[in-house]
């Protein structure tokens, strides 16, 4: 079926079916290949978007599911990654071989969104769903808590 | 069990390769837009107006001051797209900051072997680039000092510009690189004085990350080629298999699924692909949905591992054996007869899973004179030459392009993905990217050998006088047809703190299995740092001595002992001496701690580097242990990116933890039971203690960094579980013990 989604304040016409992850409508049909495969099955993070300001696992959200609503993915974040996140994450030199790292910053900016100043049990909790691979947590814990002494997201 | 495949030799010396012009080779470059030259130019507006001239196969500059640096090997994470051009910059007297690194073509012959693995490449490339750099800041001296009509020694370089000090006129290398490049470049140019280094030594963020955190940065995965389909593998489900019959008709049906075939056997000598059939559509998702859909059958497999207790009652079988006699020093039995005190302990470690964080995957399109290859790979050599055989083609008609790689691990030293995806290639004569979905790269792992270390130790007088290890794992080197010492991937007859012991016994026994193993993050070190840095720990309680105490005795006067495999050619026990020492002043060592509370220490010598960590653990009385802290001292000689090689201790340390307390890969029924993170758990956020990384001994030669930091980890946190409750945890992952206490 014809569907529009809104992705990084354009509109883009595709042919999906019923059952098909956004993830792959973004990657494949769209292209934009910021965001990431890994599990498929929402256990790792690595495909993190936000609907609507809120962070979600692109990989097991059906297209059909988020027509007339604002899609924004690591691309359109910031044109040059000026975006606080991702300021802080440049500070902080937070990746390592940077897989993980878009959905990361994608997933900070969902809790961001919703708590300007989490406290570290909090960004814990809001992290937990991301795997980093490397090993970078404790630079990702740094650097959520940089963007957020800085002023957060906006 | 029957041969599965042979192996290459992919390790060999890099080759020096200064001079002379080549030609032009202009890949993407990854540079940071932000930064900026002295004049307030940004790189990226640089970029634009930027003419080249190629000095050698590593560098070119341009007319306005941009110099280019060429990456030689494959960037997994590891740091080494920013440390090795860091390495030429500096003896070129470059400013950083104008500096854009570019990955270099795969090209033995201009490059040397460009595989990165077993911590070796900094070491390996160290004074080659140095010298590319020192011979061509030479040559833009001779080129200044012949425009000015002066004296080559009145010439000095500083941030890309050569200076008369006489005068104090100045010249940028972009203006003088088209003389200089008429120069011979010596082969032995004059190094810098180390006090005098200006890039190395110093931290520096990695060259990729305002790619990484705009999400620009292309891994294997995100390669787009016009006309591309993708492809899907539905592999035989273990070494053994084959495929029986296949029914594909529901695949076909499904939408955008464009062909199910075979694919090709493995029969060739060089193959390294697992056979099957193959699913091409025109998208990610519709491969999925057909793969799905194909109704299969496979050969039942013979001798095959049924079961993890299979496994184990295999290896307890060996172990009953005396194995195959590695070495031998004194005279073991009669020392051990006539201790006082006779210690025995049996270590045991799973199969472990590498999980790179990106799927295995390959581009491949073969023209109709070359074939391109994009790939995340640690042999980017070895893929072009299979790429050789798979197509015919030559060698010179092979392009591979390494991507940038979600992860290596050790994982992408082999190259069945890439096999598959130039076999599939071949066959559709279509642009194909070949993935494989989480479970896939599960299932088909190639993982680190299961094993179990049986130990035992003899003490008079409170000395340890003898040690007895007998392991037996799935050895790596068996699996890959390389029988001459099967052992030789799986325990290190010098290591230390055997090496020490005057009456020692090391044997090996390879126990046959049909499930695909190799090399890991510190292969080998990964097991039996674990055995031997929990089994000296037990012999430290059992003497009622401080462990650390036990391990200054052992050391005794210092001294230097030939290291015979991959990090000799020496071990030298006053750098194990000097990190211990260091790590005990720089923890907050304490005696007594409130219940709970545990320190657990270890030491363990991997590659050239040496590590001593002190890990701060809680367990509550439910026995939910919680890892505090990790303090490291490490010693892997001259830092070239302090700031990377902070990470990659602190990253190892991390892995070392995920392996200690999560990764388990079991096998029931025949098949490899994981498939995705549910049932494999992977450490997080919340889980991730506070590490505290210390380097000492940084005047010495240069180490690698990458494997390091992982070894250790295992015996310190089973020691503080052990301080903390008095259980001994002798087999991992350690959250399947009880740590409950009352």
């Known amino acids: 079926m014809q569907i529009n989604l809104k992705i990084n304040k354009k509109t883009y016409s595709v042919e999906v079916s019923e059952d098909e992850?956004?993830?792959?409508?973004?990657?494949?049909?769209?292209?934009?290949?910021?965001?990431?495969?890994?599990?498929?099955?929402?256990?790792?993070?690595?495909?993190?978007?936000?609907?609507?300001?809120?962070?979600?696992?692109?990989?097991?959200?059906?297209?059909?599911?988020?027509?007339?609503?604002?899609?924004?993915?690591?691309?359109?974040?910031?044109?040059?990654?000026?975006?606080?996140?991702?300021?802080?994450?440049?500070?902080?030199?937070?990746?390592?071989?940077?897989?993980?790292?878009?959905?990361?910053?994608?997933?900070?900016?969902?809790?961001?969104?919703?708590?300007?100043?989490?406290?570290?049990?909090?960004?814990?909790?809001?992290?937990?769903?991301?795997?980093?691979?490397?090993?970078?947590?404790?630079?990702?814990?740094?650097?959520?808590?940089?963007?957020?002494?800085?002023?957060?997201?906006? | 069990m029957k041969k599965r495949y042979t192996r290459r030799d992919f390790i060999k010396v890099s080759t020096l390769v200064t001079g002379g012009l080549i030609a032009g080779f202009h890949l993407p470059g990854c540079f940071d837009e932000t930064k900026r030259s002295a004049a307030g130019n940004t790189v990226k507006n640089l970029l634009n107006e930027a003419v080249w001239t190629d000095v050698n196969v590593y560098?070119?500059?341009?007319?306005?001051?941009?110099?280019?640096?060429?990456?030689?090997?494959?960037?997994?994470?590891?740091?080494?797209?920013?440390?090795?051009?860091?390495?030429?910059?500096?003896?070129?007297?470059?400013?950083?900051?104008?500096?854009?690194?570019?990955?270099?073509?795969?090209?033995?012959e201009k490059y040397g072997s460009q595989f990165v693995g077993g911590s070796t490449a900094l070491k390996r490339s160290y004074e080659l680039l140095r010298k590319t750099g020192a011979a061509i800041r030479e040559m833009l001296i001779k080129a200044?000092?012949?425009?000015?009509?002066?004296?080559?020694?009145?010439?000095?370089?500083?941030?890309s510009f050569v200076i008369h000090k006489k005068s104090n006129k100045k010249l940028t290398y972009g203006e003088l690189t088209e003389k200089a490049?008429?120069?011979?470049?010596?082969?032995?140019?004059?190094?810098?004085?180390?006090?005098?280094?200006?890039?190395?030594?110093?931290?520096?963020?990695?060259?990729?990350?305002?790619?990484?955190?705009?999400?620009?940065?292309?891994?294997?995965?995100?390669?787009?080629?016009?006309?591309?389909?993708?492809?899907?593998?539905?592999?035989?489900?273990?070494?053994?298999?084959?495929?029986?019959?296949?029914?594909?008709?529901?695949?076909?049906?499904?939408?955008?699924?464009?062909?199910?075939?075979?694919?090709?056997?493995?029969?060739?000598?060089?193959?390294v692909h697992r056979g099957g059939l193959v699913v091409v559509a025109e998208n990610s998702f519709s491969a999925i949905k057909g793969r799905n859909e194909i109704y299969v059958e496979w050969t039942e497999p013979e001798n095959n591992i049924k079961s993890s207790a299979h496994l184990t009652?295999?290896?307890?079988?060996?172990?009953?054996?005396?194995?195959?006699?590695?070495?031998?020093?004194?005279?073991?039995?009669?020392?051990?007869?006539?201790?006082?005190?006779?210690?025995?302990?049996?270590?045991?470690?799973?199969?472990?899973?590498?999980?790179?964080?990106e799927p295995q995957n390959t581009t491949v399109v073969i023209k109709e004179n070359s074939c391109e290859i994009w790939t995340p790979t640690q042999v980017p050599n070895y893929v072009r030459k299979l790429a050789s055989q798979i197509t015919g083609y030559d060698i010179n008609q092979i392009n591979v392009h390494v991507t940038a790689i979600g992860g290596g691990f050790g994982r992408r030293l082999e190259a069945d993905y890439a096999a598959e995806a130039i076999y599939i290639a071949k066959q559709i004569k279509k642009p194909v990217k070949l993935f494989w979905t989480r479970e896939d790269d599960f299932e088909f792992d190639f993982f680190r050998p299961a094993g179990i270390h049986k130990l035992k130790a003899g003490i008079k007088n409170g000395k340890i006088i003898a040690w007895d290890t007998h392991h037996t794992s799935t050895s790596i080197l068996t699996f890959n047809n390389t029988n001459e010492k099967p052992w030789a991937y799986e325990i290190y007859p010098d290591n230390y703190p055997p090496i020490l012991v005057p009456n020692l016994n090391m044997a090996y026994s390879d126990t046959d299995s049909n499930i695909a193993v190799a090399s890991l993050r510190a292969p080998g070190h990964n097991s039996t740092s674990f055995a031997d840095g929990s089994f000296t720990d037990e012999i430290a309680h059992k003497l009622g001595v401080d462990p650390i105490r036990l391990h200054l005795d052992l050391i005794g006067e210092p001294k230097k002992i030939p290291y015979h495999s991959h990090g000799g050619p020496e071990?030298?026990?006053?750098?194990?001496?000097?990190?211990?020492?260091?790590?005990?002043?720089?923890?907050?060592?304490?005696?007594?701690?409130?219940?709970?509370?545990?320190?657990?220490?270890?030491?363990?010598?991997?590659?050239?580097?040496?590590?001593?960590?002190?890990?701060?653990?809680?367990?509550?009385?439910?026995?939910?242990?919680?890892v505090k802290k990790i303090t490291a001292v490490a010693d892997i000689g001259r830092l070239i990116n302090p700031a990377g090689a902070e990470e990659q201790i602190s990253g190892g340390i991390i892995d070392g933890l995920n392996i200690t307390l999560n990764a388990e890969i079991t096998v029931k029924d025949g098949k490899i039971e994981q498939q995705n993170v549910d049932t494999y758990p992977m450490l997080r956020i919340s889980d991730a203690p506070e590490i505290d990384v210390h380097f000492i001994n940084t005047d010495a030669p240069v180490e690698g960094v990458g494997e390091m930091g992982l070894p250790p980890v295992a015996a310190s946190v089973c020691n503080a579980v052990f301080d903390a409750t008095g259980k001994r945890i002798r087999s991992l992952p350690v959250r399947k013990h009880d740590l409950s206490y009352s």
């Not at chain 2, 200044?144 to 941030?159: G, Q």
């Not at chain 2, 194995?323 to 045991?348: L, P």
């Open chain 2, 144 to 159: 200044a000092a012949e425009t000015w009509k002066v004296p080559v020694n009145e010439c000095k370089t500083e941030n």
């Open chain 1, 21 to 154: 992850p956004l993830l792959w409508v973004i990657r494949d049909k769209i292209k934009l290949t910021g965001t990431k495969y890994s599990c498929g099955k929402g256990l790792c993070g690595a495909c993190t978007v936000l609907i609507d300001n809120i962070a979600l696992r692109s990989c097991i959200t059906p297209a059909i599911s988020v027509q007339n609503k604002e899609i924004t993915t690591i691309e359109g974040l910031s044109e040059n990654g000026t975006h606080p996140v991702q300021e802080a994450w440049k500070e902080i030199d937070v990746p390592q071989c940077g897989y993980c790292q878009s959905g990361q910053i994608m997933n900070a900016v969902g809790l961001l969104n919703k708590n300007a100043h989490p406290s570290e049990t909090e960004i814990d909790k809001a992290m937990q769903g991301n795997i980093c691979r490397c090993g970078t947590y404790p630079k990702i814990k740094a650097a959520v808590m940089l963007a957020s002494e800085k002023g957060g997201v906006k």
């Open chain 2, 181 to 271: 490049v008429k120069y011979k470049p010596s082969e032995e140019p004059k190094l810098k004085n180390p006090a005098d280094f200006s890039v190395t030594g110093k931290a520096k963020k990695k060259v990729d990350l305002n790619d990484i955190v705009t999400g620009k940065l292309k891994f294997g995965l995100d390669t787009q080629i016009e006309n591309m389909v993708c492809a899907l593998v539905l592999r035989p489900p273990i070494f053994g298999t084959k495929l029986k019959t296949y029914n594909a008709d529901k695949a076909l049906a499904v939408d955008g699924v464009i062909d199910v075939f075979k694919m090709p056997e493995p029969t060739n000598d060089f193959d």
């Open chain 2, 313 to 357: 009652e295999k290896f307890n079988s060996n172990l009953k054996k005396t194995g195959t006699v590695i070495k031998s020093v004194g005279n073991f039995k009669n020392a051990y007869k006539n201790s006082d005190i006779q210690i025995e302990a049996t270590y045991e470690l799973p199969f472990v899973a590498h999980t790179n964080n």
């Open chain 2, 571 to 626: 071990l030298d026990t006053q750098r194990i001496k000097d990190v211990i020492l260091a790590v005990k002043e720089k923890s907050d060592r304490k005696k007594d701690l409130p219940k709970g509370y545990g320190q657990g220490f270890a030491f363990h010598f991997t590659f050239g580097g040496y590590v001593a960590v002190l890990t701060d653990v809680y367990v509550s009385e439910k026995g939910k242990l919680s």
């Open chain 2, 59 to 108: 560098v070119k500059i341009a007319q306005n001051n941009l110099i280019t640096v060429i990456a030689p090997y494959p960037e997994i994470g590891q740091g080494v797209r920013t440390s090795l051009p860091m390495i030429i910059a500096d003896e070129l007297d470059a400013d950083w900051n104008l500096v854009v690194v570019e990955q270099a073509v795969t090209d033995k």
